[in-house]
């Protein structure tokens, strides 16, 4: 696996965490019949997957430094 591939995996446990968690929240606060429930909680798990997904391998090649040299952009160290 490719590092761009790396990252994207521990990125997308967190983008999943967070999104699923979004949607959530705006559905239980959605007036929703009790009988809907189950299935609006079955389609949020089933969207935020591939939500993250893409959100994670989008952003994974900006967490490579050698995104920035690309940008001629100084890195620096994280303590400074």
């Known amino acids: 696996m490719s590092t761009r591939s790396w990252i994207s995996v521990l990125l997308f446990m967190q983008f999943n965490a967070v999104v699923f968690g ?3 929240i705006a559905a239980l606060m959605l007036p929703v019949p009790k009988d809907q429930l189950p299935f609006i909680v079955a389609a949020i ?3 935020s997957a591939p939500v993250s997904a893409v959100l994670s391998w989008t952003l994974a090649p900006r967490l490579r430094a050698r995104f920035w040299r690309s940008k001629n ?3 620096r160290a994280v303590w400074r």
């Open 45 to 47: 798990v089933i969207l």
């Open 22 to 24: 979004l949607m959530m």
């Open 73 to 75: 952009r100084r890195t």
